[in-house]
């Protein structure tokens, strides 16, 4: 059983408790610090999403269709489903020469409730550029033009997010070379865009990052790749998540020195570049929008140097206030003792 990492306080007294692993590991694949059952195989879902945007810049397809800072932070997203989210999309689809309805990621309401609001008072309904996955489904449309030079690329297209379409394919393969990991081998399912995932071991997804951060153990290709695609996230971080959420207010904040995604059910993936770092979090119960999020921020603030004023600033997410709808303080998050401890002062 994994320990428990994170606890909930209403007032003073513990009311709920998430367990959880974590992993800590460099560029090499030396594990710095382990907690709970690290070696089990958890899908890293949209953690993995800036691994499956390498092909689209190690193909040459992004610089051939001139992808900016915007439209690349994207590709690598799960974004909230507002304006300016929905309009990169389409930007990115228009420079493919295809339209959403080419997608096959499906359609859902904004995550962001304002813009679901916004867009119900216009008499609207989404569309899949609102799905949280369309700035990576825009992505493979753009990669398909590098894959694909032939006139009917609307029908090369078609069916895109099944594991046996060449585009999926070059996607498994940059996932397999940033983890190391044996895709066919490992236990496989479809996300919620759709497409494969596949369950990794919690060192993998950290290796991966590390490497992202460093381009050790990398192609020059995807070397590459994963500098440019860690340049545009830093300088366009509002399109990785969008208003309020932790990983845009992460790298608003800490730049190019920090690289953080969310993946559903509890699981994050961080690139520490400057310390050749890379961390893997899943909590238990998949929450990934409290326990996980207090995780990398404790995790952040234990071995990136911080100054005073972003020391305090990380401090506020790894112990964020709770605020009842009056907006009254009721309680807190924070990290376990165990955690804690386990992470230490190691700067």
């Not at 990115?92 to 959403?100: N, R, Y």
């Not at 590459?224 to 208003?243: K, N, Q, Y």
């Not at 890379?278 to 990136?304: C, F, H, M, N, T």
């Not at 020391?311 to 206030?321: C, I, K, Q, W, Y």
């Amino acid at each position: 059983m994994n320990p428990v990492v994170v606890e909930v306080l209403r007032g003073e007294a513990v009311e709920s408790r998430h367990r959880g692993a974590l992993v800590v590991v460099d560029a090499q694949g030396r594990t710095l610090v382990a907690l709970g059952e690290v070696e089990r195989p958890v899908f890293p879902r949209s953690a993995a999403k800036v691994f499956q945007a390498l092909p689209l810049v190690a193909s040459g397809a992004a610089e051939r269709l001139g992808l900016d800072d915007e439209e690349l932070a994207l590709a690598c997203a799960s974004h909230n489903g507002e304006a300016a989210h929905v309009r990169v999309a389409g930007r990115m689809l228009a420079k493919a020469g295809l339209d959403v309805d080419a997608l096959e990621c499906g359609a859902h309401w904004p995550a962001l409730e304002s813009a679901a609001h916004a867009l119900a008072a216009s008499q609207q309904v989404p569309s899949a550029l609102h799905n949280n996955c369309s700035g990576k489904h825009a992505g493979f449309a753009c990669l398909a033009c590098a894959l694909h030079d032939g006139p009917d690329r609307r029908g090369y297209f078609r069916g895109y997010v099944q594991p046996e379409h060449p585009l999926m394919r070059e996607v498994d393969a940059a996932l397999h070379a940033a983890t190391g990991c044996d895709l066919a081998t490992a236990p496989r399912g479809i996300d919620g865009c759709s497409i494969p995932t596949y369950a990794l071991p919690l060192p993998a997804l950290a290796l991966a990052y590390a490497r992202l951060g460093t381009g050790l153990g990398l192609s020059a290709g995807h070397a590459r790749a994963a500098a440019r695609l860690r340049a545009a996230v830093a300088a366009a971080p509002f399109m990785v998540g969008g208003s309020g959420r932790f990983d845009t207010l992460l790298m608003q904040r800490l730049g190019a020195r920090v690289f953080c995604k969310v993946g559903a059910e509890g699981v994050y993936g961080v690139a520490l570049p400057e310390q050749g770092l890379g961390i893997a979090v899943k909590i238990d119960d998949g929450s990934s929008s409290r326990a996980a999020e207090v995780v990398v921020a404790a995790a952040i603030q234990a071995l990136l140097p911080l100054d005073d004023a972003l020391t305090t600033f990380v401090h506020g997410l790894s112990e964020p206030v709770l605020r009842n709808w009056n907006g009254r303080e009721v309680g807190a998050l924070r990290p376990s003792t165990g955690l804690r401890e386990l992470l230490g002062p190691r700067r």
